[in-house]
Nanobody, 116 residues
């Protein structure tokens, strides 16, 4: 079955960096649209960044220039490199996969806390 397992969350000081990974299994990773979403305290789950099967990327305005999404099809893994982090980046970060037929899959999330 489809599995998305996030790792790399934790506590970081404002201005610092953190890298998240999402290990995927159970599907043809290279053909899937992948992304990262986040849900801050008391907020809805929002898009952070996405990457297509052709490596075209898209970012939420608040993270442009600070976050980088990438994928390694050989390792079935998608990454989110976060730099110059801000307290507003505090959230649970979720890995997302969308199949060519339009099915959505989610990981269980990893918590990122940015201290001021």
């Amino acid at each position: 079955q489809v599995q998305l397992v996030e790792s790399g969350g934790g506590l970081v000081q404002a201005g610092g960096s953190l890298s998240l990974s999402c290990a995927a299994s159970g599907f043809a990773f290279k053909s899937y649209f992948m992304g990262w979403f986040r849900q801050g305290p008391g907020k809805e789950r929002d898009l952070v960044a996405t990457i297509t099967s052709f490596d075209v990327t898209n970012y939420e305005d608040a993270v442009k220039g600070r976050f980088t999404i990438a994928r390694d099809n050989a390792k079935n893994t998608v990454y989110l490199q976060m730099t110059d982090m801000k307290p507003a980046d505090t959230a649970v970060y979720y890995c997302y996969a969308n199949s060519p037929s339009g099915l959505d899959y989610w990981g269980k999330g990893t918590l990122v806390v940015v201290s001021s």
